[in-house]
């Protein structure tokens, strides 16, 4: 079964950026559909970014224009480059699969 671990979460002052990266135990090449989630303290799990296979790409309307995801099959990995953060991004983010199960996610926190 494919795994996907997060990484690259950290804090951030307002205005500041993070690349996320979403590593796979095994070729993504065969997975058509990789989302980003996010979910801050006492809320429900947000979808933030899609991208397919073929690259399409979708984002929430509170991140366009600031996030830009990204994935390179060569190396198994999908990313999501955050830039000015806000302080209403603080988040865990967990990247996910149709056909993997959740990941411990990676904290993002940003600091007014």
């Known amino acids: 079964q494919v795994q996907l671990v997060e990484s690259g979460g950290g804090l951030v002052q307002t205005g500041g950026s993070l690349r996320l990266s979403c590593a796979a135990s095994r070729t993504i090449f065969t997975i058509n559909i990789i989302y980003w989630y996010r979910q801050a303290p006492g809320k429900q799990r947000e979808l933030v970014a899609t991208?397919?296979?073929?690259?399409?790409?979708n984002y929430a309307d509170s991140v366009k224009g600031r996030f830009t995801i990204s994935r390179d099959n060569a190396k198994n990995t999908v990313y999501l480059q955050m830039n000015s953060l806000k302080p209403e991004d603080t988040a865990v983010y967990y990247c996910?699969?149709?056909?993997?199960?959740w990941g411990q996610g990676t904290q993002v926190t940003v600091s007014s």
């Open positions: 996910k699969s149709p056909v993997t199960p």
């Open positions: 991208i397919t296979n073929g690259g399409s790409i």
